[in-house]
Each structure stands twice: as C-alpha cells, then as structure tokens.
C-alpha cells in the first residue's frame, strides 16, 4: 500500500535519490528521514503542492510548514538573513534548529499559512540533504505523522499513519535525535524559543550570549508562540500520564498500563520501557508511545518527567502535549 525504498543513510543511491526528486518536482510527496524525525516533504516553491501535505496530514491550515535547506546560502533567497541570522546558521547547522526570519515575498503563502515570516532549516542527514541538493529547491516538511499523533522516527511509523497518502517513503532505518527541531524566533531584537527540540537551549543562549524568552499566552505574544503548539499533539491512542518520581498517577493501574522512562519506576507494570538516559529516551519516546498503543490491553501510558535540561526540555514539552495538556510550557 505504500511506496517504500531503501536507501543507504550514509551513501544514498543517487539513483533512488533522483527518483525521489522528480517526484517533488512533479508536485507529488516523498517522506525522508532527517537526523530528528521523518519529514513529509513537498517542492517549497510550490503552493499546490504544499498544500498536499496538509490534506495528506489532516493539519489545521494555520500550521506553518518548515523549509529544508541543504546550505545556508539557499536562505537568503528566502528569508531576510542578518548578522546574528548568519552566524547561528554558520554555528549551528546542519543541525536540528529551525530559524524563524522575515519571509521574502517567493515564499507561497501556503508555507507560512499566511505570516510574513518563514522557518528554515538544514537537516544533518546525508538523504535529506541530497534530496533537497537533487531536487534544486527548498523542501517544505513537516514532520510525517498524521496530525496529533507522535512523530514517526522510522519509516514503519510514517507508513502506518499515511500509508498511500505519501507518494513515496525513504527508508534509512531510525533516527539518530528522535525529537523535532528547535526552533527559535529570530525575527526582533529579543530572541524567542518557540519550541523546545533536539538544539538544547543552554547551548543556544551561550551562543547567543543572552537567555531566550519563551512568548506567553496573550495578544501579540500569543500570535508569536509556534502556531503548531496550540494544538493537541504526539499523542498516541493511549492516554498519556506523567510520572515526576512521587506516586504513580492515582488513575493508572500498572498492570494494565506501560511504563516509558529513564530509571525503573516504583510498581510491576504490565510493560516497562526503559531508556536509561534523556539521549535514548528521546530518541525511543514516540516508537515507544507507538509500540505501547497497539498492545492488547493497555489502558494508560505513564511517562517519566525528566529534568528540564538539555533533552529533557524538550521531553518534557512532547509529554506535557502528548497527555493532553496544550498549555504545556517549556520548563
Ligand atoms: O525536526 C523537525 O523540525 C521536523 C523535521 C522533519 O525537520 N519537522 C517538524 O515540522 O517538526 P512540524 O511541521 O511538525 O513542526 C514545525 C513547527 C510547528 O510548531 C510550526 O508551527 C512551527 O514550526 N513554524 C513553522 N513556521 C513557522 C513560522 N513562520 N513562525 C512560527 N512558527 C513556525
Ligand atoms: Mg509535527
């Protein structure tokens, strides 16, 4: 059902590349792993096509896509980029950190569902990067689950939430970060995190040598918070509970629920996943949620709270959303 091929992560076969690329070109979708999660990725340049991946995901049309770059040079055909854009661009990519920047009027406005500013990206994946290289644009790519569901880190995941709805999937096995990118608002003079990713912020504000300010919930501000975070989201078909090393969630009973987390939790569980550190918890949470969902008989998942550093601010953030909670900070 769906259209699945292997390729070499490290040396991708230019002539699955090739394939792949002329169906973006085309106008058709092509899912491709990133060193965060799988992307659904569409011609950047191209409104209709773009707008095939909101129908493909299900996604409120108010949701931003983000632009796959192969080098920071393609973004300033883009987006206005100044000095300090510049530099965290040379710093940081490839990498998994997403800019927000002033769009430049060739961006569709299908990309930036209408804001006048664009998010830009350049993966640190070998496939991605020759795709996006062979396919001579940007590529817009969310990430390649159906709406609200947990990210898919490997193209199993991608084809059982779209299944015939991709046009093709390339398959280079589970990814290395296994939480979306950061990304950051880079668009006035105080820096803003939009959403906590795989870039953990104490880096970020060393380099930038000021502490990033996470937008609150109201006028302007509300507006400037990443649209996407106003939406339920990475939550499997299980409720989700978390766990912050007190008593277990008073509503879950482990032996009909899965435990996901660092170190052992304080009862049986019907099944325990454990991660040993915050790296693989996150890299192994959302094929976990996955991996939990489809066991018969399980009623809840409960998820470990890890502390709010490095990757675990961002742990935080996907749990907070995935139990159901679309206030959920970034502390
Ligand atoms: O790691 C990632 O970022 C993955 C891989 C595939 O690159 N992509 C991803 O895309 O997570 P998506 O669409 O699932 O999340 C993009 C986030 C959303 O929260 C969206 O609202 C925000 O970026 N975003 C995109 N454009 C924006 C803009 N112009 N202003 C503010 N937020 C924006
Ligand atoms: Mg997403």
Same mark, same amino acid.
């Given at each position: %059902?769906?259209?699945?091929? =292997?390729?070499?992560? +490290?040396?991708?076969?230019?002539?699955?590349?090739?394939?792949?690329?002329?169906?973006?070109?085309?106008?058709?979708?092509?899912?491709?792993?990133?060193?965060?999660?799988?992307?659904?990725?569409?011609?950047g340049l191209n409104a209709r096509a773009a707008g095939r991946i909101f129908a493909a995901k299900g996604r409120p049309p108010d949701n931003p896509l983000i632009l796959h770059l192969s080098g920071p040079d393609d973004a300033a055909?883009?987006?206005?980029?100044?000095?300090?854009?510049?530099?965290? %661009?040379?710093? $940081? +990519?490839?990498?998994?950190?997403?800019?927000?920047?002033?769009?430049?009027?060739?961006?569709? =406005?299908?990309?930036?569902?209408?804001l006048d500013t664009v998010a830009l990206r350049m993966p640190d994946h070998p496939v991605a990067l020759a795709l996006i290289e062979a396919a001579g644009r940007p590529v817009a790519g969310p990430s390649a689950n159906r709406s609200g569901r947990p990210s898919p880190t490997d193209a199993d995941a991608v084809a059982a939430d779209l299944g015939s709805r991709v046009d093709l999937v390339l398959d280079a096995g589970s990814v290395e970060i296994g939480l979306?990118?950061?990304?950051?608002?880079?668009?006035?003079?105080?820096?803003?995190?939009?959403?906590?990713?795989? %870039?953990?912020?104490?880096?970020?504000? !060393?380099?930038?040598?000021?502490p990033l300010r996470v937008p609150g919930g109201a006028g302007r501000d509300a507006e400037r918070r990443s649209p996407g975070t106003r939406h339920r989201h990475y939550a499997p078909a299980v409720p989700v509970l978390v766990w912050d090393g007190g008593e277990l969630p008073?509503?879950?009973?482990?032996?009909?629920?899965? $435990?996901?987390? %660092?170190?052992?939790?304080?009862? =049986?569980?019907? +099944?325990?996943?454990? $991660?040993?550190?915050?790296?693989?918890?996150?890299?192994?949470? $959302?094929?976990?949620?996955?991996?939990?969902?489809? !066991?018969?008989?399980?009623?809840?998942?409960?998820?470990?709270?890890p502390r709010p550093e490095g990757l675990g601010l961002a742990l935080r953030d996907r749990i907070l959303r995935a139990s159901g909670n679309s206030e959920g900070g970034t502390g």
């Open positions: %059902m769906t259209n699945v091929l =292997k390729v070499n992560r +490290w040396n991708p076969e230019p002539e699955i590349i090739a394939r792949a690329a002329a169906i973006l070109r085309d106008g058709g979708l092509v899912a491709f792993p990133t060193e965060t999660v799988y992307g659904l990725g569409a011609d055909r883009l987006a206005e980029i100044d000095a300090r854009a510049g530099s965290v %661009m040379e710093a $940081f +990519w490839p990498g998994p950190l997403t800019l927000v920047l002033p769009a430049l009027p060739v961006v569709p =406005k299908e990309v930036t569902a209408g979306e990118s950061t990304v950051i608002d880079l668009t006035e003079r105080e820096p803003l995190l939009l959403r906590p990713g795989g %870039m953990p912020r104490e880096r970020l504000e !060393r380099f930038l040598g000021e008073p509503d879950a009973d482990p032996r009909s629920s899965g $435990f996901v987390g %660092m170190a052992p939790p304080p009862a =049986k569980f019907a +099944w325990t996943l454990l $991660f040993g550190s915050a790296e693989n918890y996150a890299r192994g949470i $959302f094929a976990a949620f996955r991996s939990l969902e489809a !066991r018969e008989g399980c009623r809840h998942i409960v998820a470990e709270w």
